[in-house]
T-cell receptor
Framework: TQLLEQSPQFLSIQEGENLTVYCNSS?????LQWYRQEPGEGPVLLVT?????EVKKLKRLTFQFGDARKDSSLHITAAQPGDTGLYLC????????????FGAGTILRVKS | ETGVTQTPRHLVMGMTNKKSLKCEQH?????MYWYKQSAKKPLELMFV???????ENNSVPSRFSPECPNSSHLFLHLHTLQPEDSALYLC???????????????FGNGTRLTVT
């Protein structure tokens, strides 16, 4: 079993639709990061969340950190083809000395 | 040139070959990392160098040998690999300190390795 589970594994939607992807664990994170990776490129940081219940917005992307700091979600409003990519969450796990652990990612495909 | 640069972008090698992957960062960071990315699996941390000293080695087989000659360069030497070692190998850098353990990673675009 993975320390950090992401769901869904794959999502294919039409341009203009809204979507939410999730990142869950049974362990507490001191902080959590979301990255996006486009084909042929490395992951690029989107946001870091630190405080339980924190909400951050990045244009059409809304990131939320769970109150207990064990989970996070990424909501995209009116998805665009340019949002296509692999979305990775990565958390610094308290019980592992703040070691950074990655999820397996959600592959998002937005069709025009 | 800025950011993190990895070469080559693609590499095909036989199981008896010796090759090296190269990574260079132009961000002035003090830590560099090698990750392995396989389909449908989480990124696997292989090695971490901080201030040019290896601080983490996650039970990686000895056929992978890292080298960090200075804070800007990182190599991964490959020898007698297996087909299951085929993957995307990502280099990353970050600026770490006692007060900022959660500094973001800056990744290169990776080397796509195929072992035949």
């Amino acid at each position: 079993t993975q320390l950090l589970e992401q769901s869904p594994q794959f999502l294919s939607i039409q341009e203009g639709e809204n979507l939410t992807v999730y990142c869950n664990s049974s362990s507490v994170f001191s902080s959590l990061q979301w990255y996006r990776q486009e084909p042929g490129e490395g992951p690029v940081l989107l946001v870091t969340v630190v405080t339980g219940g924190e909400v951050k917005k990045l244009k059409r992307l809304t990131f939320q950190f769970g109150d207990a700091r064990k989970d996070s979600s990424l909501h995209i409003t009116a998805a665009q083809p340019g949002d296509t990519g692999l979305y990775l969450c990565a958390g610094h796990m308290v019980e592992y000395g703040n070691k950074l652990v990655f999820g397996a990612g959600t592959i998002l495909r937005v069709k025009s | 040139e800025t950011g993190v640069t990895q070469t080559p972008r693609h590499l095909v090698m036989g199981m008896t070959n010796k090759k090296s992957l190269k990574c260079e960062q132009h961000l002035g960071h003090n830590a560099m990392y090698w990750y392995k990315q396989s389909a449908k699996k989480p990124l696997e941390l292989m090695f971490v160098y901080s201030l040019e000293e290896r601080v983490e080695n996650n039970s990686v087989p000895s056929r992978f040998s890292p080298e960090c000659p200075n804070s800007s360069h990182l190599f991964l030497h490959l020898h007698t690999l297996q087909p299951e070692d085929s993957a995307l190998y990502l280099c990353a850098s970050s600026q770490v300190s006692a007060s900022s353990y959660n500094s973001p990673l800056h990744f290169g675009n990776g080397t796509r390795l195929t072992v035949t």
